[in-house]
């Protein structure tokens, strides 16, 4: 990667024109130009000579390309200033967790039965309702993780009703989103669906895939548990998404998936995201996809879930927004 300052017109130092080869071409990035385009070599080669001595193309492509980049830049995002105000409070009701993941390495031998205490629950409810009270923000948000978070029932029942008599007294709407792996009762599934306003449900594909990837720890497959529970919330009103854990050995199969969650379920978006590397991921022989090989798998599978008016999602790659760090 080449990472270039320029030096004309009105842009400032912090304005960085990156150019990265990929494959036999480049990518020509300028953020803070709103400019993503891929060229060949020769191309990069005129854009340099224009940026930075005194001719410059003026007229095709590139010299549209030239146009941009001599234009002032955008500024840079700065971090928040002033006082704490978190977006959401996130609880870890558990570390525990139902399933055995064959690519999970969250867990520790002496840490699956962690749970989260009541009053270490309440403070923290508590504490974060306070500083929505203070800070006038006007709503509350609280994500739950784990582990399994319903691994931890009264955890998260204590909070729930906790939060909402807390909110219903300073004034403000709550939301409640929960990360699960969907492996819970049916009796469960209601109040879930009754209670959480968005459910991040992960769920990497049909039977063969999802019963490889995620059984339970006796090792029986998921699959019927996980697919019954994610129609029922379909059915809802919760704002239901789908995270499908992509290997080397499912990319290619993307679309697939993408079409198989559009046609059986009704959800708001679907996250691909590529495995990392564990000790488990390497012992089941589950390796990360090649990188050129999930682009290209992800924007087939984007196309169609657009289609059906679904949300693709790669954490990596939110380009709607620019930021300062990773969770701003």
């Known amino acids: 990667m080449a990472n270039v300052a320029t030096r004309r017109g009105k842009r400032s130092v912090q304005d960085n024109l990156f150019v990265v080869p990929v494959l036999n071409q480049f990518l020509i990035y300028a953020p803070f130009h709103n400019l993503a385009a891929l060229v060949d070599h020769t191309a990069v080669l005129q854009l340099r000579e224009s940026l930075f001595s005194s001719e410059s193309v003026t007229e095709g492509r590139l010299g549209e390309l030239v146009h941009i980049l001599q234009a002032e830049a955008e500024h840079p995002p700065q971090p928040r200033q002033g006082d704490l105000a978190p977006a959401f409070l996130g609880l870890l009701p558990t570390r525990g967790c139902n399933l055995a993941c064959r690519y999970c390495g969250f867990l520790t031998a002496d840490e699956t039965d962690r749970v989260m205490g009541l009053k270490l629950a309440?403070?923290?409810?508590?504490?974060?309702?306070?500083?929505?009270?203070?800070?006038?923000?006007?709503?509350?948000?609280?994500?739950?993780?784990?582990?399994?978070?319903?691994?931890?029932?009264?955890?998260?029942?204590?909070?729930?009703?906790?939060?909402?008599?807390?909110?219903?007294?300073?004034?403000?709407?709550?939301?409640?989103?929960?990360a699960t792996n969907g492996a819970f009762s049916q009796e469960r599934c209601?109040?879930?669906?009754?209670?959480?306003?968005?459910?991040?449900?992960?769920?990497?594909?049909?039977?063969?895939?999802?019963?490889?990837?995620?059984?339970?720890?006796?090792?029986?497959?998921?699959?019927?548990?996980?697919?019954?529970?994610?129609?029922?919330?379909?059915?809802?009103?919760?704002?239901?998404?789908?995270?499908?854990?992509?290997?080397?050995?499912?990319?290619?199969?993307?679309?697939?998936?993408?079409?198989?969650?559009?046609?059986?379920?009704?959800?708001?978006?679907?996250?691909?995201?590529?495995?990392?590397p564990t000790a488990q991921s390497q012992a089941s022989q589950l390796e990360p996809p090649d990188p050129w090989s999930f682009a290209r798998s992800f924007l087939q599978a984007a196309e169609i879930l657009e289609a059906h008016g679904v949300e693709p999602v790669y954490a990596a790659a939110d380009i709607q927004t620019r930021r300062v760090s990773f969770c701003r």
């Open 190 to 276: 209601r109040w879930v669906a009754d209670n959480i306003d968005t459910v991040v449900l992960s769920l990497d594909g049909p039977a063969d895939i999802q019963d490889r990837h995620r059984p339970y720890q006796d090792g029986r497959g998921s699959f019927e548990t996980v697919t019954h529970n994610a129609r029922a919330l379909s059915e809802g009103a919760t704002d239901l998404f789908f995270r499908s854990c992509v290997t080397a050995q499912t990319v290619d199969r993307m679309p697939e998936i993408a079409a198989w969650f559009c046609e059986h379920f009704c959800p708001r978006g679907v996250s691909f995201e590529p495995v990392q």
């Open 122 to 178: 309440r403070d923290a409810v508590d504490w974060y309702m306070g500083l929505v009270d203070q800070s006038g923000q006007g709503h509350a948000e609280i994500h739950y993780f784990g582990g399994e978070p319903f691994c931890a029932p009264e955890v998260v029942d204590l909070t729930v009703h906790m939060a909402r008599i807390r909110a219903e007294a300073i004034g403000v709407p709550v939301r409640f989103e929960v």
